[in-house]
């Protein structure tokens, strides 16, 4: 089945048309027709005069959905992903969204003990805390030094995405925390007070923090035998601290 525009002048009259359609097709696992995927190539440039707010909704509920990689990837080829995050340039290939939506499918192939129990399920208005998870995947820089910047962060969340205060502070603990996690394993410098400083750091997200440090691990190709151990430590201090 396909998502077909009734004519290209949908998306001038509605630009947020052209991001209902990525979303509609990740949940109902729909195709987009050719002629409207050149329409949204078209006119992408007008998605930027949008409310930020409600780019935000349609953003959050497609990263929701369980393989929203994929409608991440083409609509960064249509052009639409750089005009409502300019901040993110041309990044892709996204390989560690990939890395997070197969890990959420089934945690328990992480072989990380416990980590099941410190992923939340609750959901709020057709959407959840991990639409925030799959956000800050994008956003992360999956080569080496892998920064961003707390400037650039907060661009993003209140400039372009209009993020609550939970939201940001979640957001900036799951672009920073992970790559200070994969930076210690990388130079087998992982010690115990500096997992327990994170898991205090992070308290509540510390779960989506090992998830990300995970997805950032394999997607630069790190061994398991080498950050398995220190994700298992960091479980088991979030653990105790919550007790």
């Known amino acids: 089945k396909k998502i077909t525009a009734v004519s290209e002048q949908a998306f001038p009259d509605d630009p947020l048309r052209m991001l209902r359609a990525y979303r509609f097709a990740a949940q109902l696992d729909f195709l987009i027709e050719r002629n409207t995927r050149v329409g949204i190539t078209r006119w992408a440039h007008r998605l930027p005069d949008m409310s930020k707010e409600r780019v935000q909704d349609e953003i959050a509920v497609l990263l929701t959905q369980n393989r929203a990689a994929p409608w991440i990837r083409e609509m960064s080829r249509s052009g639409v992903l750089s005009a409502v995050l300019p901040e993110l340039g041309q990044q ?24 099941g129990g410190l992923v939340p399920t609750q959901r709020k208005n057709n959407r959840d805390w991990t639409w925030v998870l799959r956000l800050a995947a994008l956003l992360i820089d999956p080569r080496p030094p892998h920064h961003r910047s707390e400037e650039w ?44 400083r994170i898991s205090r750091h992070s308290g509540e997200d510390t779960g989506g923090v090992i998830l990300l440090t995970l997805a950032l691990c394999q997607t630069n190709n790190i061994d398991v035998p080498t950050y398995l151990p220190p994700l298992d430590r960091l479980v088991g201090f979030d653990e105790r601290r919550r007790a």
């Open 92 to 115: 892709r290939p996204f390989f560690t969204l990939e890395h997070v939506e197969r890990i959420l499918e089934a945690p328990a192939t992480t072989q990380i003990s416990g980590l």
């Open 153 to 196: 962060i907060t661009t993003i969340a209140t400039v372009w995405l209009r993020l609550s205060n939970r939201e940001q502070r979640m957001l900036l603990s799951f672009l920073q925390m992970p790559v200070r996690i994969k930076t210690m394993i990388a130079e087998s410098n992982v010690t115990d007070d500096a997992l327990y």
